[in-house]
């Protein structure tokens, strides 16, 4: 599965550490920046995980920033990504089994690095269950979208 990774300053540290243990899962994993210790402005990497979804140059992302929040509020308001902040391994997996997010938001401020590692790994491995009753309620995000969204 290919999947693409960015953060800000504040999840830099994560980011970096956490890339040998994805790509050793045998995700194929692109690293969208941030690449220096330099403050950054979260947006813009959200904005670059979600075009990278969009455009089909990945199947998932994964948003690190200081609290997971800033990341995961910019990544949802482009139509069709679905993030979540996620600081345990039931969110994890129930938010694709259910929900089909296909973006992880962590909070290096948060969380520690092992558990976020657990969380990364969790995430990748779970699958949407494609139930009825959550394509159902899926179809019903997807109008609020067609109706809120440009
Ligand atoms: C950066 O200081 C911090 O505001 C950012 O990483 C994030 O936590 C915002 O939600």
């Known amino acids: 599965m290919k999947i693409v990774?960015?953060?800000?300053?504040?999840?830099?540290q994560?980011?970096?550490?956490?890339?040998k243990d994805i790509s050793e899962h045998g995700y194929e994993v692109t690293d969208l920046g941030t690449f220096t210790e330099a403050p950054t402005d979260y947006p813009d990497h959200a904005a670059d995980v979600?075009?990278?979804?969009?455009?089909?140059?990945?199947?998932?992302?994964?948003?690190?920033?200081?609290?997971?929040?800033?990341?995961?509020?910019?990544?949802?308001k482009f139509k069709?990504?679905?993030?979540?902040?996620?600081?345990d391994t039931y969110s994890a997996h129930q938010s694709v089994e259910h929900d089909d997010v296909n973006v992880l938001c962590i909070g290096?401020?948060?969380i520690g690095i092992e558990l976020a590692r657990d969380i990364i790994l969790?995430?990748?491995?779970?699958?949407?269950t494609h139930a009825e009753r959550h394509q159902r309620r899926l179809a019903?995000?997807?109008?609020?979208?067609?109706?809120?969204?440009?």
Do not use: P
Not at 5 to 12: E, K, L, V
Not at 14 to 19: A, D, E, G, I
Not at 80 to 87: D, M, P, T
Not at 140 to 150: D, L
């Open 108 to 110: 290096q401020r948060v």
């Open 122 to 128: 969790t995430f990748l491995a779970a699958q949407f």
């Open 80 to 87: 069709g990504i679905r993030a979540g902040v996620c600081h």
């Open 5 to 12: 990774i960015a953060s800000d300053h504040g999840g830099f």
């Open 50 to 76: 979600a075009h990278a979804i969009l455009n089909k140059q990945a199947e998932r992302g994964i948003l690190i920033c200081g609290s997971g929040v800033g990341v995961s509020v910019a990544a949802n």
């Open 14 to 19: 994560y980011k970096n550490s956490l890339l």
């Open 140 to 150: 019903k995000i997807n109008v609020i979208e067609s109706e809120n969204m440009k």
